[in-house]
């Protein structure tokens, strides 16, 4: 057992720039594949709905605006996104509909300005579209 | 003058509340009692009306530390459901991210034990390396804790050359800071005042409290889920299961280092095998019916999940047994004879994950005041006479 | 006239407001070198450099609510932190910086006042006991109890390290062993060993890792000061940072050869070997982990009280040399 084993270690350290990064005046980058909050392209969904079954949150909610004119809204509840990113994956459109960017600063006073929504017509699958497995693709009408 | 203290629910030495009650003299504890419960979030509950998918950012959320580790379990045991083999690249992917979250959670523990111990430098220096661990996880499945880098058939997300690379660059630099650490830990006159001799727990009581983890290997019971049953890519890599004989903190501590250097060994191994191929195989949305226990080696000891399922897309059942569940009848022997100035050293040695064992099955007897042994023999029973009882389609038989 | 100006040092200088300002400085200037020693930025934001942050975590203290537990002795519970305060203040007033000129000795300045010094310093530990005793807390209690088993292991070490100097000097006065050394700087060296374990001793003295034990965080809440808030928990807080000042500037006094050069150098020369001292403590702090009550009782009387010991032998067997 040595006294103050430490010691060199730690005055070496008087000496080195601090580790902290002083958020929120220096912010630090966020990786290529970072997990931020979902947004919708809507001229690519089709309205499989396979986004609102899977998400463990229960923050997709696509309601039919319009039966006729195939006009469907999608609101995204930021408030109780957990971030997971399983939408994406689960998106079956080539290329997706549903995608996810690295916005993560995310804070709010009120939780109800977090939701997000967009007012579509259902996309037309195309039929040179590759993996497709949905059985959404009616004809339009 | 004998009189009891409440540690918890709400204390400094405590990350999450979970109720100690020590009878004390002076300052020698005389006799201890554990309540559960405070942290009860109704988790077996809510999986069984989520579907498969779901439920892995469930069992996820069972633990911050640990997340990989609960929902790897799960989805060994519904992709032993489903009757799925994941393809060899994938199960790589999803074993090197296990022990990256080793290396992560046994670094975050060190750290704790200093700052228990008083040893802040130690707690800052461990920490910050540790962001080394966040980062690479971070790169590869893009978020810090809660990786979900798990699907049911496989991995969603794959591996380049650059981030094997940096992979690799960042083990290296663990390596030298993980000896450094060993080096402190056994030689600072002050810290190893406090953890030696502490906390004792002989072998023989490891083996009859059905310890787990690293608390029962520093009492030379050499048991690793990962050794006795090899799951999935165990079998082929290269490694040692890490003891310790002295029975005590430092016995835990010089076992999460080695355990944290055989990672390392792991680690690199894999990266430098990864195989090619496909990451993901598609997964059925319905499983048919059957039972499974999955075991899997979590940095804290045994992590076990039971499943069943009666052929729709929801589970019938999730049971879930955390590893500081099995330790618990554990701790209180070991506080037993102990100072109150070891209270929080003793406690932190098991490496608590108190929201993990949070699941209220048998527990009720323990509000009766009765000690939790008789507990751990009453989920005993019960196990054992549910599979004399069950049907023997789900065998638990790793075809891996 | 004379009652104006002794009014005037009694609250600006070397008054409370002296003390208020150069202590918060000496907290700020230890948790910096604490914090880049761990690393980390230490206080940044709170004015240049994060200079003002004991301050303001002081004013934020006198804001918040001040809670009186209902079993506890009201009086004795509200007055402790007052009487600490009182008294630390006192001990500052001793210091040998504002008393030049030893021919024309102040009121601060008197033959044995090295002695009331140490026992000034003495008794803040009481008021903690007394504080946590009339808390009526079990963790209040537990934390009392360690105060005292702790003041029986670095008191007496403590005591025969500082006195050694003195001894050396011939004289019981401040004063004139800062004197007596800056005259003869040489003979500092041989009080060397009497400084580590004077060093060791005052980090007990103020309950500073490796012996905060009765404020141990995460063993017994907040120890004696579990059940203190609001203002008195304040003025708890600056006794501490008082008491660090007035240690401090005692081992320099006694151990560095104090503050020659009258009124403006003497106080020039306070300031570096303070906070040189500061800086020692720290570095103790940030070294070491806390250790068990037991272990503080045996490390005093196996390693600290022998090495003091020897350290007095040594002066003594000097002193007849020189003579």
Same mark, same amino acid.
């Given at each position: 057992?040595?006294?103050?084993?430490?010691?060199?270690?730690?005055?070496?350290?008087?000496?080195?720039?601090?580790?902290?990064?002083?958020?929120?005046?220096?912010?630090?980058?966020?990786?290529?594949?970072?997990?931020?909050?979902?947004?919708?392209?809507?001229?690519?969904?089709?309205?499989?709905?396979?986004?609102?079954?899977?998400?463990?949150?229960?923050?997709?909610?696509?309601?039919?605006?319009?039966?006729?004119?195939?006009?469907?809204?999608?609101?995204?509840?930021?408030?109780?996104?957990?971030?997971?990113?399983?939408?994406?994956?689960?998106?079956?459109?080539?290329?997706?509909?549903?995608?996810?960017?690295?916005?993560?600063?995310?804070?709010?006073?009120?939780?109800?300005?977090?939701?997000?929504?967009?007012?579509?017509?259902?996309?037309?699958?195309?039929?040179?579209?590759?993996?497709?497995?949905?059985?959404?693709?009616?004809?339009?009408? | 003058?004998?009189?009891?203290?409440?540690?918890?629910?709400?204390?400094?030495?405590?990350?999450?509340?979970?109720?100690?009650?020590?009878?004390?003299?002076?300052?020698?504890?005389?006799?201890?009692?554990?309540?559960?419960?405070?942290?009860?979030?109704?988790?077996?509950?809510?999986?069984?009306?989520?579907?498969?998918?779901?439920?892995?950012?469930?069992?996820?959320?069972?633990?911050?530390?640990?997340?990989?580790?609960?929902?790897?379990?799960?989805?060994?045991?519904?992709?032993?459901?489903?009757?799925?083999?994941?393809?060899?690249?994938?199960?790589?992917?999803?074993?090197?991210?296990?022990?990256?979250?080793?290396?992560?959670?046994?670094?975050?523990?060190?750290?704790?034990?200093?700052?228990?111990?008083?040893?802040?430098?130690?707690?800052?220096?461990?920490?910050?390396?540790?962001?080394?661990?966040?980062?690479?996880?971070?790169?590869?499945?893009?978020?810090?804790?809660?990786?979900?880098?798990?699907?049911?058939?496989?991995?969603?997300?794959?591996?380049?050359?650059?981030?094997?690379?940096?992979?690799?660059?960042?083990?290296?630099?663990?390596?030298?800071?993980?000896?450094?650490?060993?080096?402190?830990?056994?030689?600072?006159?002050?810290?190893?005042?406090?953890?030696?001799?502490?906390?004792?727990?002989?072998?023989?009581?490891?083996?009859?409290?059905?310890?787990?983890?690293?608390?029962?290997?520093?009492?030379?019971?050499?048991?690793?889920?990962?050794?006795?049953?090899?799951?999935?890519?165990?079998?082929?890599?290269?490694?040692?299961?890490?003891?310790?004989?002295?029975?005590?903190?430092?016995?835990?501590?010089?076992?999460?280092?080695?355990?944290?250097?055989?990672?390392?060994?792991?680690?690199?191994?894999?990266?430098?095998?990864?195989?090619?191929?496909?990451?993901?195989?598609?997964?059925?949305?319905?499983?048919?019916?059957?039972?499974?226990?999955?075991?899997?080696?979590?940095?804290?000891?045994?992590?076990?999940?039971?499943?069943?399922?009666?052929?729709?897309?929801?589970?019938?059942?999730?049971?879930?047994?955390?590893?500081?569940?099995?330790?618990?009848?554990?701790?209180?022997?070991?506080?037993?004879?102990?100072?109150?100035?070891?209270?929080?050293?003793?406690?932190?040695?098991?490496?608590?994950?108190?929201?993990?064992?949070?699941?209220?099955?048998?527990?009720?007897?323990?509000?009766?005041?009765?000690?939790?042994?008789?507990?751990?023999?009453?989920?005993?029973?019960?196990?054992?006479?549910?599979?004399?009882?069950?049907?023997?389609?789900?065998?638990?038989?790793?075809?891996? | 006239?004379?009652?104006?100006?002794?009014?005037?040092?009694?609250?600006?200088?070397?008054?409370?407001?002296?003390?208020?300002?150069?202590?918060?400085?000496?907290?700020?200037?230890?948790?910096?070198?604490?914090?880049?020693?761990?690393?980390?930025?230490?206080?940044?934001?709170?004015?240049?450099?994060?200079?003002?942050?004991?301050?303001?975590?002081?004013?934020?203290?006198?804001?918040?609510?001040?809670?009186?537990?209902?079993?506890?002795?009201?009086?004795?519970?509200?007055?402790?932190?007052?009487?600490?305060?009182?008294?630390?203040? !006192?001990?500052?007033?001793? $210091?040998? *910086?504002?008393?030049?000129? #030893? /021919?024309?000795?102040?009121?601060?300045? &008197? =033959? %044995?006042?090295?002695?009331?010094?140490?026992?000034?310093?003495?008794?803040?530990?009481?008021?903690?006991?007394?504080?946590?005793?009339?808390?009526?807390?079990?963790?209040?209690?537990?934390?009392?109890?360690?105060?005292?088993?702790?003041?029986?292991?670095?008191?007496?070490?403590?005591?025969?390290?500082?006195?050694?100097?003195?001894?050396?000097?011939?004289?019981?006065?401040?004063?004139?062993?800062?004197?007596?050394?800056?005259?003869?700087?040489?003979?500092?060296?041989?009080?060397?060993?009497?400084?580590?374990?004077?060093?060791?001793?005052?980090?007990?003295?103020?309950?500073?890792?490796?012996?905060?034990?009765?404020?141990?965080?995460?063993?017994?809440?907040?120890?004696?000061?579990?059940?203190?808030?609001?203002?008195?928990?304040?003025?708890?807080?600056? !006794?501490?940072?008082?008491? $660090?000042? *007035?240690?401090?500037?005692? #081992? /320099?006094?006694?151990?560095?050869?104090? &503050? =020659? %050069?009258?009124?403006?150098?003497?106080?020039?020369?306070?300031?570096?070997?303070?906070?040189?001292?500061?800086?020692?403590?720290?570095?103790?702090?940030?070294?070491?982990?806390?250790?068990?009550?037991?272990?503080?009782?045996?490390?005093?009387?196996?390693?600290?009280?022998?090495?003091?010991?020897?350290?007095?032998?040594?002066?003594?067997?000097?002193?007849?040399?020189?003579?």
């Amino acid at each position: 057992m040595r006294i103050a084993a430490f010691l060199p270690e730690l005055l070496r350290h008087l000496f080195k720039k601090p580790a902290t990064v002083d958020y929120p005046f220096k912010k630090l980058e966020v990786p290529k594949d970072f997990r931020g909050t979902p947004y919708l392209r809507p001229e690519l969904c089709i309205v499989c709905r396979a986004c609102e079954r899977d998400c463990p949150a229960e923050s997709i909610e696509i309601t039919a605006v319009n039966e006729a004119e195939k006009r469907f809204r999608m609101v995204i509840h930021n408030d109780r996104c957990i971030h997971c990113a399983q939408c994406v994956d689960s998106c079956p459109t080539t290329p997706k509909a549903m995608q996810i960017d690295s916005l993560y600063e995310l804070a709010a006073d009120d939780r109800h300005k977090l939701k997000k929504d967009w007012v579509y017509v259902r996309a037309v699958m195309k039929p040179k579209a590759p993996a497709a497995p949905t059985a959404s693709s009616e004809p339009t009408a | 003058m004998s009189f009891q203290i409440p540690i918890g629910p709400q204390h400094p030495a405590l990350k999450e509340p979970i109720s100690l009650r020590m009878t004390v003299e002076g300052e020698v504890i005389t006799g201890a009692d554990i309540r559960l419960g405070y942290n009860h979030r109704g988790i077996e509950k809510l999986a069984e009306e989520r579907n498969w998918t779901q439920i892995i950012y469930l069992v996820e959320r069972i633990c911050g530390i640990c997340s990989h580790s609960h929902a790897t379990c799960y989805v060994q045991g519904v992709e032993k459901l489903m009757e799925l083999v994941p393809p060899r690249r994938g199960m790589y992917i999803r074993y090197l991210v296990a022990e990256l979250e080793r290396v992560h959670s046994h670094l975050l523990w060190l750290g704790v034990a200093g700052h228990e111990a008083g040893f802040d430098s130690f707690f800052m220096y461990t920490w910050r390396d540790r962001e080394i661990v966040m980062d690479l996880l971070e790169m590869i499945s893009g978020n810090r804790v809660h990786y979900a880098i798990n699907t049911i058939g496989g991995v969603r997300r794959d591996i380049d050359e650059g981030q094997k690379a940096k992979i690799l660059e960042g083990v290296a630099i663990l390596k030298k800071r993980s000896e450094y650490y060993f080096h402190i830990g056994a030689s600072e006159p002050s810290f190893v005042g406090r953890i030696a001799g502490v906390g004792m727990l002989s072998k023989e009581q490891a083996i009859a409290l059905c310890a787990v983890g690293p608390t029962a290997r520093a009492s030379g019971w050499d048991r690793d889920v990962r050794k006795e049953d090899p799951y999935a890519v165990y079998d082929e890599l290269d490694f040692e299961v890490a003891t310790a004989d002295s029975c005590d903190v430092l016995g835990r501590v010089v076992v999460r280092v080695k355990e944290l250097l055989e990672s390392y060994k792991m680690i690199e191994q894999m990266v430098k095998g990864l195989p090619d191929g496909d990451i993901v195989v598609k997964a059925p949305r319905k499983a048919k019916a059957g039972e499974v226990v999955s075991r899997y080696e979590a940095p804290r000891g045994e992590n076990i999940h039971y499943i069943k399922a009666n052929g729709t897309d929801k589970p019938e059942r999730l049971k879930v047994r955390a590893p500081t569940l099995g330790n618990y009848p554990a701790t209180l022997v070991m506080l037993n004879k102990g100072f109150i100035a070891d209270i929080p050293l003793i406690f932190a040695a098991i490496d608590p994950c108190i929201c993990c064992a949070e699941r209220a099955v048998t527990l009720v007897s323990a509000r009766s005041g009765e000690e939790s042994v008789v507990t751990m023999g009453d989920l005993r029973r019960q196990a054992l006479a549910r599979s004399k009882n069950a049907p023997v389609k789900g065998n638990a038989v790793w075809p891996f | 006239m004379a009652v104006l100006r002794t009014l005037l040092y009694l609250v600006v200088y070397p008054g409370i407001i002296f003390l208020f300002a150069y202590s918060t400085f000496c907290e700020w200037f230890d948790r910096k070198i604490y914090a880049r020693l761990q690393n980390r930025m230490g206080p940044t934001h709170t004015g240049r450099f994060g200079l003002l942050q004991p301050i303001a975590d002081f004013f934020k203290l006198l804001a918040k609510e001040d809670v009186v537990p209902e079993a506890a002795d009201k009086r004795l519970f509200s007055v402790l932190p007052a009487i600490g305060l009182a008294v630390v203040s !006192t001990a500052g007033l001793l $210091l040998p *910086v504002w008393n030049f000129d #030893l /021919a024309v000795p102040g009121w601060t300045s &008197f =033959p %044995g006042d090295i002695i009331v010094m140490l026992y000034l310093l003495s008794l803040p530990t009481l008021v903690l006991f007394l504080a946590a005793w009339s808390s009526t807390n079990i963790f209040s209690t537990i934390g009392g109890a360690r105060v005292l088993t702790m003041l029986f292991g670095y008191e007496v070490p403590l005591f025969l390290a500082v006195l050694s100097p003195a001894i050396l000097a011939g004289s019981w006065r401040l004063a004139e062993i800062a004197a007596f050394y800056q005259h003869r700087p040489l003979l500092l060296l041989v009080n060397l060993l009497g400084f580590f374990v004077a060093l060791i001793a005052v980090q007990a003295k103020l309950e500073r890792t490796p012996f905060d034990i009765p404020d141990a965080e995460t063993e017994i809440v907040g120890g004696t000061f579990t059940e203190y808030s609001g203002k008195k928990l304040a003025l708890f807080r600056l !006794t501490f940072d008082i008491e $660090l000042v *007035v240690a401090s500037g005692l #081992l /320099a006094a006694v151990f560095l050869g104090g &503050f =020659p %050069g009258g009124a403006v150098l003497g106080f020039i020369q306070f300031v570096p070997k303070t906070l040189f001292v500061v800086f020692l403590l720290s570095l103790i702090r940030a070294l070491t982990a806390r250790i068990r009550v037991d272990q503080v009782i045996s490390f005093a009387w196996k390693v600290l009280t022998p090495l003091a010991v020897l350290q007095l032998l040594a002066t003594i067997l000097l002193k007849g040399f020189l003579t």
